[in-house]
């Protein structure tokens, strides 16, 4: 209780996001300021609804966001004249919500979409049926709310004019900290969950470069962010094979330069030294001459002058959306389980919202759907008690600045200020994003109905917000207490047995060659290695939770995505495995015997070493493996 209590009002440490903060609320207040000027204020407080497109611009490259933004405001302009037109209609409203809850969360959870998933789009559509019911008037809403979602597209688009290439080079500048933090826990009881951390930025900087925009003005330096990933690949190798055979740290200035190697990029055509490893290298006994070697040509091809740097490099290829998709739709995928999840939760919330007399029913779904933003129990049961107390908060602040009776210009002005703020602490803590939020929404709700008695919709706020929780909290608790832990032995299972199938396609192809029969076997890894671990991340925070099995689980599930790495490394590179018909046969057996006790829920008994030269990487990583499985039964 005191750990819970602590969490639920810690306020977070984290870089603070002004621009995005900036843009959040002009993407909001301009369209609601140009109403004013324009004498139509209800239509501009419509288009201020598409503004809240900017709340899902994150770290992605530039061409997937110019596809991304400009989807999300044509789909919450869309929503806005769906329910402009079924509005009417209560029964139809529900069955929309439930599936408008199902979809986001489906699309965002496959494609790894970060934002606030579902809630802006229930926001959208639940919205028009607090608004005059007038069918007519869908296009004209639609329009206003795709312009002004457009502007909002036109906002996050423009940092492309001065850095095209921000997230690509924030990859890899993540991908070489994280080589330097995993260097200097080499020999340490974190060196697991460092080089966990490495194969996942490693992943991210794969996914933001094949993603990346590659024109002709800035070619040559997208040129150079591929190569550096590519080294960064092989020196991760060099740092794996020393840490495989020592058993004490490493001297901490090369973990240092190997932090510092991508700083110097922005130092472009003067040559960077570091006599600190060229001393390192002279004292050493050559057990860090590879290592070295690979750090010099870090450092060689940093200081090429771009000019210099080959004009073309091996695309990086794009995963499969369709497979990805059609593959999601299994009942044993964590992501489809929690969307349909969703989508029952509100329309069970939308039910109770439309089937008795409240002045806003909108807000209880879109409360709903606010709690149920977490991926555990715990969590939503976190973001219910926040967002509870913010409202409380917000309400009090929303009697004031009623009080003072703001029209036209000032509304815009003041709505700037608190879209502004609650991007700023949204960071932090949900109770202030809430007490921000609050005062907001009511204080849009009062300017649209023109009401002078704003007592209703102060204790409305309270009430349908305490609703729309208890709803999305007892649903959650109910559907999902137990519904990740319960998938992990089987999950495991499977990712192994899919890394057994990469394993005999790699040693198939080593005469034919033929890369695409092993590509789709790469992404179904992948596949698996993504739902095992977004199903212990929510099985953490079930109720009731093993805390130590899971603890316990985790080098398990680390080694697994060791061994994910290692098999994908070879496919993309097209190393394929020289293996005879008895190492093969040994690789196979012993990975089945793995997944069977996985399976059963048993220790592993009589563990087979592995110790094949064509893969001595893959053998160590399953050799590890075996010996966490067989000191005890963590799958009870």
Known sequence: MHIMIKQLFEFRKGPTPWVKAIFAGLSTGIPILTGVLMGNFELGLIGGIGGFTYLYVFNETYVSRIKKIFLIAFSIAFLVGLGTIVAPYPWLVIVIVGLIGFLATFIFGVF?????????FVLS???TTSMPIDPSQAPLRFIIVLASGLFAWALSMSGWLIDPHKSEKKAIEDVYSSLGDFCEAIGSKEMNNKRH???EALRRSEETLSSGFLSKKNK????RLVFLNKYADDLFLELIEISFSRLESIPREISDIIRTLYTTIRIQNREVETPVLKSLYADSSGEYNRL?????????????????IETEVTTLARPSHRMNIIRAMDKDFIVFASAVRHGIILSISAIVAFNYPFIRPDWIPLSCAAVMFGTTVMATFNRAVLRCVGTILGTYIATIILSLHPAGIVIAIINIILTALTELVVVRNYALVAMFITPNALLLAEAATRSSDTSPFLMERITTVVVGSLIGLAGTYIMGRKSASSRLPGLIAKLIRSQSRAIVRLEANKENGNIHDTQWIKEKMEINLGNLKLAYSTALGEIPVNQENLDLMWPAIASLEHVSYLIAKNIEGKKYMILSDQDLAQILVTLEKIATAVEQKHMLKNMRTLDIEGIPKICKEINNLQEIISMKNIFI
Do not use: Q, R
């Open 292 to 308: 070295f070697d690979s750090i010099h040509k870090i450092e060689n091809f940093i200081n090429m002058p771009l000019d210099k």
């Open 125 to 127: 559509f639940t919205i």
């Open 112 to 120: 790894k979409i970060p934002g606030p998933t579902a809630l802006i």
């Open 220 to 223: 040559m330096e997208f040129n």
């Open 197 to 199: 951390l490495v194969t």
